[in-house]
């Protein structure tokens, strides 16, 4: 795999900082000393863009109080503590990612861990278009995963659905079947829980989004590729709209229990 000098970096400095003075050069030390890193691998080069890296993102915060740069310092920010701690998922840390959106949504199936694994791990190789169109196949996944259980809700709730319908016909395309599911899940709104009820249309379309971009357009040999910052927030977006469309999944089945 190749090395993740941010997260390496970040981690290193956290919790109280590091002198900014060489310290590409004493990050290149740490990972020679590390026996998983191919010392081949290793470029000075990559740790001082991982140090700026870092900086532009927000992520740790540059201290320039004193007149020489000897004296500088850079220590994590808010936003870099919420990544270490686990309380965001950030692609830039794959396994990390892959990690917290398993930790939000338990019960995510086995062949959406599986695409979306694929897809983080071609991110932290920087093949962000790869990476997106795995994920845009994962939210595909996702949503055939979760539409059955709602199609077995909405015959009871919502019987002349167009979705019930559309489902079990294999000729249908997807794009139809995702309309006929926002379309159901629009006027069955009122009964959901919160938040459910409000953001998981929301969720659907951006879905709907990244499965255009990534299959329909980046999918095709048509010249068309992702760069780095729009394939970051296809993995950020699939991470939230994951964690909704599965609670509806969940409430579905929660439903039929309770009406048994």
Same mark, same amino acid.
């Given at each position: 795999?190749?090395? =993740?000098?941010?997260?390496?970096? /970040?981690?290193?400095?956290?919790? +109280?900082?590091? $002198? ?8 290149? /030390?740490? !990972?020679?000393?590390?026996? *998983?890193?191919? =010392?081949? $691998? ?5 740790? #001082?863009?991982?140090?700026?890296? !870092?900086? &532009?993102?927000?992520? %740790?915060?540059? *201290?320039?109080?004193?007149?020489? +740069?000897? =004296? ?5 920010? &808010? ?21 917290? %959106?398993? #930790?939000?949504?338990?019960?995510? &199936?086995?062949? %959406?861990?599986?695409? !979306? ?7 932290? +190789? ?6 997106? %169109? ?19 809700? /909405?015959?009871? +709730? ?19 079947? /995702?309309?006929?599911? #926002?379309?159901? !899940?629009? $006027?069955?709104?009122?009964q959901l829980p919160h938040p459910i009820d409000k953001s998981l249309d929301i969720q659907l379309g951006a879905s709907a989004d990244i499965i255009r971009l990534t299959r329909n357009d980046a999918g095709h040999p048509n010249g068309v590729t992702i760069p780095r910052a729009d394939c970051m927030n296809v993995l950020l977006i699939a991470s939230t709209a994951l964690t909704h469309l599965y609670g509806l999944k969940r409430f579905c089945y929660q439903s039929?229990? &309770?009406? $048994?």
């Amino acid at each position: 795999m190749a090395i =993740n000098y941010e997260m390496r970096l /970040l981690k290193w400095i956290h919790p +109280h900082g590091a $002198e900014f003075h060489e310290l590409h050069k004493k990050l290149i /030390l740490e !990972l020679h000393a590390d026996p *998983n890193v191919d =010392n081949s $691998e290793l470029r000075e080069e990559d740790a #001082r863009v991982a140090i700026w890296r !870092l900086i &532009s993102r927000g992520l %740790v915060v540059l *201290n320039t109080d004193y007149q020489s +740069h000897y =004296n500088w310092t850079v220590f994590p920010s &808010s936003s870099g503590r919420a990544l270490l701690d686990g309380l965001t998922q950030d692609p830039e840390d794959p396994l990390g990612y892959l990690e917290g %959106v398993r #930790r939000a949504v338990p019960d995510l &199936s086995s062949d %959406v861990v599986g695409y !979306l694994r694929e897809a983080a791990m071609a991110y932290s +190789h920087a093949l962000y278009t790869a990476a997106a %169109v795995m994920t845009g196949v994962a939210m595909e996944a996702a949503v055939k995963d979760v539409t059955a259980p709602f199609v077995r809700w /909405l015959k009871l +709730h919502l019987p002349k659905a167009r979705l019930i319908k559309s489902h079990e016909e294999e000729r249908t395309s997807y794009e139809s079947k /995702l309309a006929d599911f #926002r379309k159901a !899940l629009e $006027e069955v709104r009122t009964q959901l829980p919160h938040p459910i009820d409000k953001s998981l249309d929301i969720q659907l379309g951006a879905s709907a989004d990244i499965i255009r971009l990534t299959r329909n357009d980046a999918g095709h040999p048509n010249g068309v590729t992702i760069p780095r910052a729009d394939c970051m927030n296809v993995l950020l977006i699939a991470s939230t709209a994951l964690t909704h469309l599965y609670g509806l999944k969940r409430f579905c089945y929660q439903s039929a229990a &309770s009406s $048994e």
